[in-house]
Each structure stands twice: as structure tokens, then as C-alpha cells.
């Protein structure tokens, strides 16, 4: 007899079957392991970095499930939760007060798609930040991508589904229907494709700049030997100075000398300071006889003053 657990799985997966939604499939990977599914899931509207994208996890349901959550992880970089790794969810093990056992996966992956993706990681356990840029870079290789586990590719999985929900009258419609119509089916054949041609024109592109033709080998040799014959001759040669005129050789002789460096002055020398013996000694000769007749003179004119005064005086 089955558990209520698996009861309970077999029950959602055939309501996902009958009842598809055009944004998420997701199915146990094998009939005999109920309990380990793989989904993969639309990105959110725009303008959300993940609009455009497809992101393929696994969701781990517990022996007591549903009285306990379920726990989600992605398998796809989206640049929003980190590859394989649990992620921290009101919906899944990690609350397991906020669980209620009404919800089921197709409650879990439409919340993941419409709340979780539109917000940030702020910390969450298996979250991660990321700018739009490389989100967006995510979201188009996402297109691509298969997972190794249960080898579906995520558009192949995809347009499966959106199949099926035209079966059903399910209607496809926005983003989802422009992904379903725009991109083909071969994404990875033709992305193999370009690899493939980058990697064969690669060498071909190294080998066609390096190669010299056979019949232009003489050809190249001569170019060789031009182009050393015009470097040669484009190196300058010495030549033998042109004469200048006289004139302009002045006028440069007056230029050097202006721009030569002015020698600084001598130190002035100051004469010792002499005698008025030493003066009187490099006086001229004519001048020390007449003073000496001078003074001579004034002499005798002192005595005879004198004598005539003592003569007048015994006069009397």
C-alpha cells in the first residue's frame, strides 16, 4: 500500500498533466522515485533581467510530505540563486512554520516565478547578487542550456509543453509565445555550428596572413630588397658645412657673447692708509725747496721785527 506521501505526488503530477500551465513543467525523474523531480520554468515578464530566459531545478520532497515543504534548487545559472545549491524559501525546508500542506508545486513554482525573481537576494541562503547585464547574459544562454541528470534541454522541454497546452486550449501567449516563435529548435546545433566555424577559421585566418604564394616568392624578394634600399637611403648623411658670410658670422660672435656667462667682478682693492711723513716723502722735490725757502724767509722776518722793537725800546 502506498504512503499518503506518494499518493499525494501522483495526484499533482496528473493534475499537471491534464491541467498544463504555460510558464513551468516539471515531472518526477523516474516513475520509481517519486520523491525527486526536475522543473523547468519560464523567466518573469518584462521588464525583469530573466524575461527572456528558461531555468531548469530540482525540487527534494520529504518522506512527510506535505506536512513538510519541499526544497527547490536551481540547476540553471540565472545570476539571481547559486547553481545546485538549496535555496531559502518561505515555501520550502527551510521555513517549515510558514509551509501549508494545501500548497503543492504548482503553488511553489508560480510563486517562484513571480515573487522570488522579482526581487533580490538580500542575503538569502542560496542567493546571489548579480548586475542586469550579466542576468540578461544568463537568461540567453539559458535557451540552450540541457541538464546532464535527466538530459532535457530547456527549450526542447519547453515547447513541449506550450504543444500540449494548444492541445488542451491552454493559451500561449506574451513573451512565452514570442520564445516559442522566434527561437528555433536548434539553438545548440547552431551554437555548436559557429564554435565549430570559429575554431576551423581560426587557423585557416593565422595561416593565410603567414603564408607567402609559391609563384610570388621572386616578387616578395624584390619588394624585401626595395623597401631595405629606401630605408637606406632615407637615413641622413653627413655634409660638409655651407660657408657663411662675414656679416652673419659677426652678428653670431655678438650673440655668443651676449649669451656667454658675464664673469663676476674682481674684488676691489682698497690702498693703505699713510703718514703725512710718508705723503711729504712722495712729494716732489721742487716742492720741499720752496717751502723750506718760505719758511726761511718768515723766520728772518720774525727776527728783524723783533730786533727793531728792542731797539725802540732802549730808546726810550
Known amino acids: 500500500m502506498s504512503s499518503p506521501s506518494t499518493r499525494r505526488l501522483l495526484k499533482e503530477s496528473t493534475d499537471l498533466h491534464k491541467n498544463p500551465s504555460p510558464y513551468f513543467t516539471a515531472a518526477p525523474i523516474s516513475d520509481t522515485n517519486l520523491h525527486d523531480w526536475h522543473f523547468t520554468l519560464a523567466g518573469p515578464p518584462s521588464p525583469s533581467p530573466y524575461a527572456q530566459g528558461l531555468y531548469h531545478g ?20 540565472s545570476g539571481r540563486f547559486e547553481v545546485n545549491r538549496e535555496i531559502c524559501l518561505s515555501i520550502s525546508g527551510h521555513h517549515e512554520e510558514t509551509w501549508q500542506p494545501a500548497w503543492g508545486v504548482r503553488t511553489a513554482l508560480l510563486g517562484i516565478r513571480s515573487e522570488i525573481f522579482g526581487s533580490e537576494s ?36 519547453m515547447r513541449e509543453l506550450w504543444g500540449v497546452c494548444r492541445e488542451r486550449g491552454v493559451e500561449v501567449e506574451g513573451e512565452v509565445a514570442a520564445l516559442d516563435g522566434c527561437v528555433g529548435a536548434g539553438v545548440e546545433g547552431q551554437r555548436e555550428t559557429v564554435e565549430a566555424g570559429a575554431e576551423t577559421d581560426a587557423p585557416a585566418a593565422a595561416s593565410s596572413r603567414n603564408a607567402v604564394p609559391v609563384g610570388n616568392e621572386d616578387q616578395a ?12 637611403e632615407s637615413v641622413p648623411t653627413p655634409s660638409a658645412p655651407a660657408p657663411v658670410p662675414a656679416g652673419q658670422v659677426q652678428a653670431q660672435a655678438q650673440a655668443q657673447a651676449s649669451l656667454s656667462p658675464i664673469p663676476a667682478p674682481a674684488a676691489a682693492v682698497i690702498p693703505p692708509r699713510t703718514s703725512s711723513s710718508q705723503k711729504d ?36
Open 58 to 77: 530540482r525540487i527534494t520532497f520529504p518522506a512527510t510530505y506535505p506536512l513538510r515543504p519541499p526544497s527547490f534548487r536551481f540547476l540553471t545559472p
Open 122 to 157: 538580500q542575503g538569502q541562503v542560496g542567493g546571489m547578487e548579480g548586475s542586469d547585464e550579466l542576468r540578461r547574459e544568463f537568461a540567453r544562454l539559458s535557451l540552450g542550456w540541457s541538464c546532464r541528470e535527466c538530459g532535457v534541454g530547456n527549450l526542447e522541454a
Open 221 to 232: 624578394r624584390g619588394e624585401d630588397a626595395v623597401e631595405r634600399t629606401q630605408a637606406a
Open 281 to 316: 716723502s712722495t712729494e716732489s722735490p721742487s716742492e720741499g725747496v720752496w717751502l723750506d725757502r718760505a719758511i726761511i724767509g718768515v723766520l728772518i722776518a720774525l727776527v728783524l721785527l723783533i730786533l727793531r722793537r728792542v731797539a725802540n725800546v732802549d730808546d726810550l
